[in-house]
């Protein structure tokens, strides 16, 4: 059989912190790592604790990657694993990475290079020896970075900004939106990605009874984006980004109540993998 026209592998789920324990283990408890293969297209989406994972699957391939890393934001969950994202340091490799909201602040390679200098990690980029580009656009703006691949952005409501991103392949479309607060004020941004999506990954990590504690802090509940996926008619939605404190059991519960709210709804965990 043919391999599937896209692919979506999740490698982290969790905000904030890596969580990883025997109460974390069904759903995992690395941070936020998405990988969408679009054929033999490598994307990734956000470099949390995951990618560490995701970059040593990808040595066992046994060949030299032209893989794009694109950035919902700069938060420190989201960018911690780059610097053990082993095709870093092996030549023959080619790494993009993008980022939307960086250009104001200095750009996506001055935020990483402070990520990896003294005294926060003891190598830099000059240690780097794959081929290194860094990509700073506006969120709003289409970017087609491989042939046949089309993404769509637009910025998101979070503290320092975020972007999200829409993946469309050979009429498939993979909608990464996460680090969002779906305040319930009209986004017609964040629709328009949304709006058809087969696969609709959204941060949904807290629960409409925690929002009053956490107005503000850029993140949304489960509910919130159930009625999302509703709205905008997704085929599939990905609850993701999961609070660290969310145990498995908790989980279980979540899983239960937006499955019976939207039918079909799924739960990320670290290794599920969505063939479309």
């Known amino acids: 059989m043919p391999p599937p026209s896209m692919s979506v592998r999740f490698w982290g789920v969790r905000g904030s912190v890596p969580c990883p324990g025997p109460n974390t283990l069904r759903y995992g408890g690395q941070t936020s790592c998405v ?19 995701l970059g040593s699957a990808l040595q066992k391939e046994r060949k030299a990657q032209d893989v794009d890393i694109f950035f919902s934001h700069c938060h420190i969950d989201h960018v911690i694993g780059l610097p053990f994202f082993s095709p870093l340091f092996e030549s023959g490799h080619r790494l993009r990475m993008f980022c939307g909201h960086m250009k104001p602040h200095g750009g996506l390679k001055g935020a990483l290079t402070k990520l990896m200098s003294f005294p926060l990690f ?4 000059e240690m780097a020896k794959a081929n290194l580009e860094f990509v700073d656009f506006e969120a709003g703006e289409t970017l087609t970075p491989r042939p046949g691949i089309t993404i769509r952005t637009t910025p998101l409501i979070h503290p320092g900004g975020a972007t999200g991103y829409r993946v469309e392949y050979q009429g498939h479309s993979v909608v990464y ?31 409409d009874d925690e929002l009053p504690s956490h107005a503000g802090w850029g993140h949304s509940s489960w509910q919130q984006t159930v009625r999302l996926a509703k709205d905008a008619k997704a085929k599939t939605l990905c ?17 239960a109540a937006s499955a019976a709210a939207l039918p079909g709804t799924v739960v990320a965990k670290d290794g599920l993998i969505i063939r479309l």
């Open 122 to 125: 003891p190598v830099g980029f």
């Open 239 to 255: 609850l993701f980004h999961h609070d660290p404190d969310h145990d498995d059991a908790f989980m279980d519960r979540v899983a």
């Open 35 to 53: 990988e969408v293969r679009c054929g033999d297209q490598i994307l990734i989406f956000d470099a949390g604790s995951g990618i560490h994972q």
């Open 177 to 207: 939106l996460t680090d969002l607060e779906l305040d319930g004020k009209a986004n017609p941004g964040v629709f328009a990605l949304a709006k058809d999506a087969s696969v609709l990954i959204v941060d949904a990590t807290y629960t």
